[in-house]
């Protein structure tokens, strides 16, 4: 692509993405959703294509999709039950908008995940003194191990009480969020598609099994042909460098991957030069590996420059991808001195800040200036806006 004609591109990208919001979605269709993780791995990682039609929606590379989950209807017809309500009651939405309670707990509240204000809220209702006292500022830690692990249905089940007024359930309950999923895909090679990859958050607590609101429904409730309402959350802190000869350092364990997937497109459509080299790790190289026949085809044909990995349960000790850049900590410094763009994404939690002290490592020792001159080295690509997080 020439350059006249990206900017083209990224100025009606810029006008598109304000049409759709989370108010207005645009309904996109589901054109594959397939499995990247293997049968036997741990997780269940999907990968999403979604219509997005001509003229539709536009995007960059370092945006994310936001998507507007729905709960699933065991999940809603449970609340109603424990509730002693038919679904068929008369509520007004947010906004004063006439609909249902069956579509209120589907489409507006959020009943997968317990929030600290509804636990307040509970309190006052049902009077209960041990919930009263669970929510008083000196019983945080309590409080928020209560919440870990625990949705709406499980505090109406324990604490129960009867509401007069479908509509208090507005008060009670917050407004069912939309996610984010980071686009990996570029627009410059698929004109009429969006990418995502998304792991699907499952687990078990209090004897039963959990499954995220919005990973669940697009792993199990999002088959090919569905629609699913998205819009574009921009991201301007996140982008390839407007130099297309600076080089590209990307860390991306698990589905920490998905916008340097679409780094990797954008490169290969023609839109810049720059050299790239990926971190990618997972658990184990056999399961794990997200988009392996890509990552290594661009290796060959030389739009990765590098690709190292780090597969943490396939030996006895884990193995992340701190350790590499640790073990290629000379190299990488080499990059950062020719002006390289260090992204990060994924775990905000974890590792993300082992990457960051792994850097300050690197160039610490290979400066040969010690730790306060990589502090001050960081703080400068910070400035620079070179070391960009996108983390989560
Ligand atoms: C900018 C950004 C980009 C993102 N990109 C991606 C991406 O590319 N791919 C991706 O998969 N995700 C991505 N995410 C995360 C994504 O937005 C959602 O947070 C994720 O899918 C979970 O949402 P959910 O609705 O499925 O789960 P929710 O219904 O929100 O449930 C998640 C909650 O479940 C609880 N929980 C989880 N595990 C346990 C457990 N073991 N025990 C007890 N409780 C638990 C926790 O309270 C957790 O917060 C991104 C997030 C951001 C902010
Ligand atoms: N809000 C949510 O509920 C939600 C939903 C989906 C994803 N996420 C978050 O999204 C991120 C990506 O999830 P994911 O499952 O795709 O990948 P992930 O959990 O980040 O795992 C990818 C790889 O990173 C490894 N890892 C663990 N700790 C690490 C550390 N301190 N430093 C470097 N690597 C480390 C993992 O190893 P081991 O597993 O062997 O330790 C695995 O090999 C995670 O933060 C996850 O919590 C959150």
């Given at each position: 692509m020439q350059s006249e004609a990206i900017d083209t591109f990224e100025a009606s990208a810029r006008r598109q993405r304000v049409l759709y919001t989370r108010n207005h979605p645009y309904a996109?269709?589901?054109?594959?959703?397939?499995l990247l993780t293997g049968p036997a791995s741990e997780k269940e990682t999907r990968h999403l294509e979604l219509s997005l039609g001509r003229p539709g929606i536009q995007y960059l590379p370092g945006d994310s999709a936001g998507v507007i989950p729905e709960n699933r209807s065991e999940a809603v017809e449970e609340v109603l039950r424990l509730?002693?309500?038919?679904?068929?009651?008369p509520v007004t939405d947010f906004y004063g908008g006439a609909l249902d309670l069956r579509k209120a707990l589907t489409s507006w509240l959020m009943i997968g995940k317990l929030s600290s204000s509804t636990v307040r809220g509970w309190a006052k209702l049902t009077g209960n003194a041990e919930l009263t006292a669970l929510v008083l500022p000196k019983n945080k830690k309590n409080f928020e191990d209560f919440l870990w692990g625990r949705e709406?249905?499980?505090?109406?089940?324990?604490?129960?009480?009867?509401?007069?007024?479908?509509?208090?359930?507005?008060?009670?309950?917050?407004?069912l969020s939309p996610r984010l999923y980071s686009i990996s895909s570029s627009q410059a090679l698929y004109p009429d598609t969006m990418h995502v990859s998304v792991r699907v958050v499952r687990y078990e607590s209090y004897g039963r099994k959990r499954q995220g609101v919005c990973s669940g429904q697009l792993g199990e409730r999002t088959p090919e042909g569905a629609v699913?309402?998205?819009?574009?959350?921009?991201?301007?802190?996140?982008?390839l460098p407007a130099d297309m000869d600076a080089p590209v350092v990307m860390v991306g364990p698990g589905t920490g991957v998905a916008p340097f997937r679409a780094y990797l497109e954008h490169?290969?459509?023609?839109?810049?030069?720059?050299?790239?080299?990926?971190?990618?790790?997972e658990q184990r190289a056999s399961q794990d590996f997200l988009y392996q026949d890509e990552l290594l085809a661009w290796q060959k044909n030389g739009v990765l420059q590098r690709l190292d990995t780090a597969f943490s349960r396939d030996q006895k000790v884990k193995i992340y991808v701190q350790q590499r850049i640790r073990e290629q900590s000379a190299e990488l410094w080499r990059w950062l001195e020719q002006g390289?763009?260090?992204?990060?994404?994924?775990d905000s939690?974890?590792?993300a800040p082992d990457v960051e002290a792994a850097v300050l490592e690197a160039v610490a020792v290979h400066s040969g200036k010690g730790a306060e001159y990589a502090a001050e080295y960081l703080a400068r690509m910070n400035k620079q806006k070179r070391y960009l997080k996108d983390v989560y």
């Open positions: 996109a269709t589901v054109l594959v959703n397939r509730m002693g309500f038919t679904g068929d009651e709406f249905p499980d505090l109406v089940e324990q604490y129960a009480v009867k509401l007069g007024d479908p509509q208090q359930m507005f008060k009670l309950l917050p407004r699913l309402p998205i819009f574009i959350h921009s991201n301007q802190l996140f982008r490169k290969e459509a023609g839109c810049g030069r720059w050299p790239m080299w990926l971190f990618f790790g390289a763009y260090f992204y990060v994404c994924g939690q974890r590792m």
